[in-house]
């Protein structure tokens, strides 16, 4: 068992402190947020993350997980200090590492023995150098410390999965005693684990996102080329997916990423590609392919409807993917954006994500229940792929439909069966169903 103190209570800071306190570690979780705290003092989450609820309430009955906002208090015994704070996006990309320079300060003027601090958040290249001297200066008096990169590889809505079942631990630090302490406390989980140098593992991170973005961007590219040439790209993926030199997993043709990490990620690595005298051209590209999959969506309902004053869109799913209440970057907020900015009328539902996603989208409808958001609608249109859509009876939306225009941004339904029912349904990269039912005047 160890002391550890995770600064951040955010998905990747909140999972990682209740995880490592269910394989029985003593762990203090810190944020300056003092009312996240206070509701995390109760056992009530700030996010929507299946299974970690249990997780936390359990420990925190059994004594073995705290919070505080106090950071004397966090890091009076701690041997392992986790910095798992924001790093988003600036101006040109770029990440804003403000979070954590405030963080690796408030270290430095707190530690009072000996410790490892662990990067978690994901940082540039370099980060963990520019992290231990902010500490080194912070410091009241000289003191051993050891700063380790432990990137992240937690996807959100299987976190608490991902944790106790991880395909590796990376670790990479200047220090190989420090990096094999670290190792010890991952030991339990039985996982493959790489000790490197500090710039290395910071570049696993990157390059592991990067790779899996350029996936999704490739076969949404092979998804228009498909919709041009009248093949269907599920097909198409499945006969590549089973190459074991390609793989299934993120070849599903749809609307693009989203969420904290690839977006960012991305984003970042290009931007120090560029500034380090590179041409990241293949980035770029994964970059302008997914912001073309979220337009793809307004052609595909302009097509269809002509001019879309005071027409009404139903959407479906605000999150950017299934199992999280997460809207950052999701291909949701950008689709609502670009329908409003043509006049459209818009009208929501989401299992999870409505209460976060109310402050980010103003001007639409929310609903309580999804065939609320089809009622009346001209147009539906599937975002998010949550299983609750599976399982919806598709004649009722059909017939309470105004027009019905489907447009199936996970490529989520059966076409025929769609077309069977009278829809118009267009997915992505998938031949238009025929015969198509007959186009009654749109309501206007």
């Not at 080329?225 to 997993?249: F, N, P, S, T, Y």
């Not at 999959?293 to 479906?316: C, F, M, P, T």
């Amino acid at each position: 068992m160890a002391n550890v103190s995770v600064v951040g209570t955010g998905y990747v800071g909140l999972v990682t402190g209740a995880c490592f306190a269910d394989l029985g570690n003593y762990v203090i979780c810190l944020d300056i947020d003092q009312a996240k705290i206070a509701r995390l003092q109760l056992g009530h989450l700030p996010i929507y993350e299946p299974g970690l609820e249990e997780v936390v309430a359990r420990n925190l009955a059994g004594g073995r997980l705290r919070f505080t906002t106090l950071y004397e208090e966090a890091l009076a015994e701690a041997q392992f200090i986790f910095i798992a704070v924001n790093t988003p996006s600036g101006p040109e990309g770029e990440a804003d590492m403000s979070d954590v320079r405030r963080a690796a300060e408030s270290i430095g003027r707190s530690l009072r023995s000996p410790a490892i601090v662990l990067n978690k958040s994901t940082m540039p290249i370099g980060a963990g150098d520019w992290v231990a001297g902010i500490i080194a200066r912070s410091l009241p008096e000289p003191l051993p410390f050891a700063v380790v990169s432990n990137p992240e590889f937690l996807r959100e809505g299987s976190a608490v999965h991902d944790f106790f079942n991880p395909d590796r631990i990376v670790l990479g630090s200047t220090d190989p005693e420090a990096a094999e302490r670290a190792a010890e406390l991952y030991k339990p989980l039985k996982a493959p684990i790489i000790v490197t140098d500090l710039r290395t593992a910071e570049m696993v991170k990157y390059a592991s996102n990067a790779f899996l973005a350029t996936k999704i961007s490739f076969i949404n590219e092979i998804a228009s080329i498909c919709e041009r040439l009248g093949a269907d790209v599920k097909d198409v993926a499945l006969g590549m997916g089973l190459d074991k030199r390609i793989g299934r997993a993120f070849l599903e043709a749809g609307v693009g990423y989203g969420g904290s990490c690839f977006p960012k990620d991305v984003k970042a690595l290009e931007y120090m590609g560029a500034v380090n005298g590179c041409h990241p051209q293949l980035l770029r590209a994964v970059i302008e392919i997914n912001r073309d999959a979220r337009r793809s969506v307004l052609q595909k309902v302009r097509a269809e409807l002509g001019r879309l004053d005071e027409k009404l869109i139903g959407i479906l799913g605000l999150s950017f993917k299934p199992n999280t209440d997460d809207v950052r970057e999701a291909p949701a907020l950008e689709i609502i954006h670009l329908l409003r900015t043509e006049g459209a009328r818009i009208r929501v539902y989401d299992p999870a994500a409505s209460a976060r996603a109310v402050e980010m989208v103003r001007g639409v409808e929310f609903c309580a229940e999804p065939y609320a958001a089809a009622e009346g609608a001209h147009a539906l249109v599937l975002v998010t792929e949550w299983n609750e859509f599976k399982q919806l009876d598709m004649d009722r939306v059909r017939r309470s439909m105004a027009f019905p225009l489907l447009v199936d941004g996970r490529n989520l339904y059966d076409p025929q069966e769609m077309a069977r029912l009278g829809f118009i349904y267009r997915g992505m990269g998938r031949p238009a169903p025929a015969p198509e039912p007959s186009r009654a005047a749109i309501a206007e």
